[in-house]
C-alpha cells in the first residue's frame, strides 16, 4: 500500500519534484516499507521523534525537519538533518548557524514564508525576507537553499493557487541572485496546485501513510 501511493505519485510529479514522505506519528515499520521500496527523503515536525527514528533506520535516510523548530532543540538534529524547511525567524538562523559551526557543517535550510491569511501559521513575511536576502548571508555555517509555504486551510483552490503563484513569482525573483533551488510546497490536499505553480519539493504524509489520528 505505502509504495504503491508514492510509486504512484512520483509517476505522475515532473521530475524535478522531490516527493518528502512526511512519516510524523506513524511507526517505523511504516516507514521501512517505504525505504525498503527506495524512498529516501522522509519528513518529521517533532524533534525527539525524528532522532528516534533516525537511530533506529538506515543512515543513508535524508531527514527533512519539516515543522516549527525550537531553538533549543536544533542541537539533537544538528549533526545530521539533511534540510529543515521551517526557519521562521532570525534568531533560529542565528541557533542553526551556532550548532552548524559546533558540527563543523553547513546546514541546508529554507525560509518559511508566512503565506496564508490565517496568523497562527510561522514564517518570514514578505518584506522580512526581502530584508534578509537583501543582506550578505551573516551565517557561514547556514546555507539558504530556497523556500517554504504552506497554504490557507480551505476548500477555496482559487485563494490557495493565489498564494502558491505569489511565493512562486518570490522565489523566482531571488532565484538566481541567492542561488535558491529548492521550492517547499504542496501537501497532501493541495500537492497538485502546488506543483502547477512550480514547487519542486511536495511534503505529503496522510495520503502516503494513512490519516493521522
Ligand atoms: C504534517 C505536515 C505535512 C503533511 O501533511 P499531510 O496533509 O498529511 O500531507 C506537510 N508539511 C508540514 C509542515 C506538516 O506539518
Same mark, same amino acid.
Given at each position: 500500500?505505502?509504495?504503491?501511493?508514492?510509486?504512484?505519485?512520483?509517476?505522475?510529479?515532473?521530475?524535478?519534484?522531490?516527493?518528502?514522505?512526511?512519516?510524523?506519528?506513524?511507526?517505523?515499520?511504516?516507514?521501512?516499507?517505504?525505504?525498503?521500496?527506495?524512498?529516501?527523503?522522509?519528513?518529521?515536525?517533532?524533534?525527539?521523534?525524528?532522532?528516534?527514528?533516525?537511530? +533506529?533506520?538506515?543512515?543513508?535516510? *535524508?531527514?527533512?525537519?519539516?515543522?516549527?523548530?525550537?531553538?533549543?532543540?536544533?542541537?539533537?538534529?544538528?549533526?545530521?538533518?539533511?534540510?529543515?524547511?521551517?526557519?521562521?525567524?532570525? *534568531?533560529?538562523?542565528?541557533?542553526?548557524?551556532?550548532?552548524?559551526?559546533?558540527?563543523?557543517?553547513?546546514?541546508?535550510?529554507?525560509?518559511?514564508?508566512?503565506? +496564508?491569511?490565517?496568523?497562527?501559521?510561522?514564517?518570514?513575511?514578505?518584506?522580512?525576507?526581502?530584508?534578509?536576502?537583501?543582506?550578505?548571508?551573516?551565517?557561514?555555517?547556514?546555507?539558504?537553499?530556497?523556500?517554504?509555504?504552506?497554504?490557507?486551510?480551505?476548500?477555496?483552490?482559487?485563494?490557495?493557487?493565489?498564494?502558491?503563484?505569489?511565493?512562486?513569482?518570490?522565489?523566482?525573483?531571488?532565484?538566481?541572485?541567492k542561488s535558491l533551488s529548492v521550492l517547499s510546497m504542496g501537501m497532501s490536499n493541495d500537492y497538485a496546485i502546488a506543483i502547477s505553480s512550480g514547487s519542486n519539493m511536495v511534503r505529503i504524509g496522510s495520503l502516503i501513510f494513512g490519516s *493521522?489520528?
Open positions: 500500500m505505502i509504495a504503491a501511493q508514492i510509486n504512484r505519485l512520483t509517476e505522475q510529479f515532473p521530475k524535478e519534484v522531490t516527493l518528502v514522505a512526511v512519516s510524523k506519528t506513524k511507526p517505523i515499520s511504516a516507514l521501512e516499507e517505504a525505504y525498503n521500496a527506495g524512498h529516501r527523503d522522509f519528513g518529521e515536525n517533532k524533534v525527539q521523534e525524528l532522532c528516534q527514528k533516525a537511530e +533506529a533506520m538506515s543512515s543513508e535516510i *535524508r531527514w527533512h525537519m519539516i515543522g516549527h523548530l525550537q531553538r533549543n532543540k536544533v542541537k539533537y538534529i544538528a549533526p545530521f538533518v539533511h534540510l529543515i524547511h521551517g526557519v521562521d525567524s532570525e *534568531r533560529l538562523l542565528v541557533e542553526v548557524n551556532k550548532q552548524g559551526a559546533k558540527n563543523n557543517r553547513i546546514i541546508d535550510v529554507l525560509i518559511q514564508i508566512h503565506i +496564508a491569511e490565517e496568523s497562527s501559521k510561522f514564517g518570514f513575511s514578505y518584506a522580512e525576507a526581502v530584508t534578509l536576502f537583501s543582506n550578505e548571508n551573516p551565517y557561514p555555517n547556514v546555507r539558504v537553499i530556497g523556500l517554504m509555504g504552506m497554504a490557507t486551510f480551505t476548500n477555496d483552490k482559487e485563494q490557495v493557487k493565489r498564494e502558491f503563484d505569489t511565493l512562486s513569482a518570490f522565489y523566482s525573483s531571488w532565484k538566481t541572485k *493521522r489520528n
